[in-house]
């Protein structure tokens, strides 16, 4: 893709603040999207934005809690508002409180769901219907290899991630006529923040179960993100692509 790909595109990504979410923006951003950073915290997204427009490009944050629909909808309205329409929304924010079934909270399993699925369908909702009126638009949510292999001590997560494939696959298909494009990506072990905190030798026992025998770095998912948005991905839609070194064949 040229680095002008995205020219002129409106871009929201969630979870934008660390790890994949600010891989994606920074790249889309190259790509030249203006792009809209959400995060719960308001520094982190506020840091992927000022490090967007320290490059010369064009970026803004806004903190919202992705898992509460009221707050969700009034930060929809308020964007479309300024911006008209978002070309491209990023699904992307996501939290782990991984646990024994036996041992897992109601609110961990609440809490995970909400954030990791229901976000999805919270923005999803709030600006699907201007996305529909310009008969344009690119949706790509976050799932991941969990969500169709399953993991020990990762039910909530699991569930919610396996979620966001049954919803990408069902609003792919009501909105293809209308030339809008949903489809997810399913990573596998990617080094972040989040992974790093496992420790060496945990992260080596990962190693071992994957086909590659290497974890995946942010810019293997934020590429795959960046084609999905362009013009080269305007035939696929409803798709699954797992970018996990070989872990779910």
């Known amino acids: 893709m040229n680095e002008l790909s995205l020219a002129g595109k409106i871009c929201l990504i969630t979870g934008a603040g660390r790890g994949i979410g600010r891989g994606a923006a920074l790249r889309l951003a190259a790509a030249g999207a203006h792009i809209i950073c ?129 919803f990408t696959k069902s609003v792919a298909r009501e909105v293809a006529t209308r030339r809008i494009t949903v489809n997810a990506v399913a990573p596998g072990f990617i080094q972040t923040d989040m992974t790093n905190a496992l420790g060496p030798d945990i992260i080596e026992k990962i190693r071992e179960t994957i086909p590659m025998k290497q974890l995946g770095e942010v810019e293997d998912v934020a590429a795959v993100i960046e084609f999905l948005c362009g013009d080269g991905a305007r035939y696929i839609t409803g798709q699954i692509i797992h970018i996990d070194g070989g872990m779910y064949m």
């Open 38 to 166: 959400v995060s719960k915290n308001e520094s982190s997204c506020a840091s992927t934005a000022a490090a967007i427009r320290e490059a010369g490009l064009s970026g803004e944050h806004i903190a919202v809690d992705v898992s509460d629909g009221g707050l969700v909808a009034a930060a929809c309205e308020s964007i479309l508002s300024k911006h008209g329409a978002v070309d491209i929304l990023v699904n992307n924010a996501g939290i782990a409180k991984d646990n024994l079934m036996l041992r897992m909270s109601d609110d961990d399993w609440r809490d995970v769901i909400n954030t990791n699925l229901s976000s999805c369908f919270h923005w999803t909702k709030g600006l699907l219907k201007a996305m529909v009126k310009k008969r344009a638009g690119r949706i790509i949510n976050l799932s991941s290899v969990v969500g169709c292999a399953g993991n020990f001590g990762q039910a909530n997560y699991a569930a919610a991630k396996a979620g966001v494939i049954g």
